[in-house]
């Protein structure tokens, strides 16, 4: 069974940093292209970002609200994807959830599964 | 930036069908997948590709395309399909969400 668990969600303070990690299992996590979105209380999805696999590179790209302040990175022998978030603010609130990118071609790709979130609630 | 634009809510009777629409410039362009979210739990991926549907999600759900507008339609829906639902595609390398609908079936 495809499961992807997040972890590491709490409070934060306004300018303080807090990880977070999705462990993967059930499929080839080294293969797959993965991505955290969030959603803030009572509101819409939002992209956070993705990483690609080391075979296609391994880039990461990020939604301009955290760019900059956010980091992915994987480390594919422990099959776990993290999100580094620095310089945290208030409007970063919201639950975290990883998943996983499928696509035929470029700018063409779904997500599926996710998992079942991570709340990060960022507040003094 | 992009934007794709979804009613806020819509509403059913069981057994009835039911359209959820998506605006975007030149949609019809772009690929779009949709996602439904029931209360407190995670999103799960209903339709990809525009009009492909995953091996767990029913018939009853279809889905196309064009224009400026892709629609996701249920017929003879269900109570547990509600839920709420957003569309999702990518422009300039991010990928885009729609605000979400949410379904209610009276």
């Known amino acids: 069974e495809v499961q992807l668990v997040e972890s590491g969600g709490g409070l934060g303070k306004p300018g303080g940093s807090l990880r977070l990690s999705c462990a993967a299992s059930g499929f080839t996590f080294a293969n797959a292209w993965m991505n955290w979105v969030r959603q803030a209380p009572g509101k819409g999805l939002e992209w956070v970002g993705r990483?690609?696999?080391?075979?296609?590179?391994?880039?990461?790209d990020y939604g301009a609200p955290v760019k900059g302040r956010f980091t992915i990175s994987r480390d594919d022998s422990r099959n776990t994807l993290y999100l580094q978030m620095n310089s945290l603010k208030t409007e970063d609130t919201a639950v975290y959830y990883c998943t996983t990118e499928w696509s035929l071609a470029v700018e063409e790709s779904w997500f599926d599964p996710w998992g079942q979130g991570t709340l990060v609630t960022v507040s003094s | 930036s992009y934007e794709l634009t979804q009613p806020p809510s819509v509403s059913v009777s069981p057994g009835q069908t039911v359209s959820i629409t998506c605006s975007g410039n030149k949609l019809g362009d772009k690929y779009t997948s949709w996602y439904h979210q029931r209360p407190g739990q995670s999103p799960v991926l209903v339709i990809y590709q525009d009009n492909k549907r995953p091996s767990w999600i029913p018939e009853r759900f279809s889905a196309s395309n064009s224009g400026n507008t892709a629609t996701l339609t249920i017929s003879a829906t269900q109570a547990m399909d509600e839920a709420d639902y957003y569309c999702q595609t990518w422009d300039s390398g991010a990928v885009i969400f729609g605000g979400g609908t949410k379904l209610t079936v009276l």
């Open positions: 990483i690609k696999s080391k075979t296609d590179g391994g880039t990461t």
